[in-house]
């Protein structure tokens, strides 16, 4: 019998790489949420089309924040439907909408 077909080796070294598939798989997770949080706070409170700093105002009584460089607005999840609330009907509730419709692709 060859020294490879120990049963007693293949313990070991099977016991071996388990605790290395552990160890990566541990550090890869470890370094997702690094990267993810990494990410967010590269972008956090900043505008999605110019990079500026975004500041909250409200808006017909919802909260919104908007952009000092370029004007842009962002809105929270349900702000739109809040704002489509006060205009039933109208502009900003046809553009919900668009976005629910957008969002089920
Ligand atoms: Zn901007």
Known sequence: MSKNNNPEEDYFTRVEREKKERLKQ???????????????????????????????????GVEIDICEDCGAVLLDPGELEE????????????????FRFSRRK
Request: net charge negative; hydrophobic share 35%.
């Open 83 to 98: 704002l489509a609330g006060a205009d039933e009907g109208g502009v900003i509730s046809t553009i919900g909408e668009l």
């Open 26 to 60: 541990k550090l890869d997770a470890e370094a997702a949420e690094q990267a993810l949080s990494d990410r967010k706070e590269l972008h956090w409170n900043r505008c999605g089309k110019c990079g500026g700093q975004m500041h909250p105002k409200v808006f017909k």
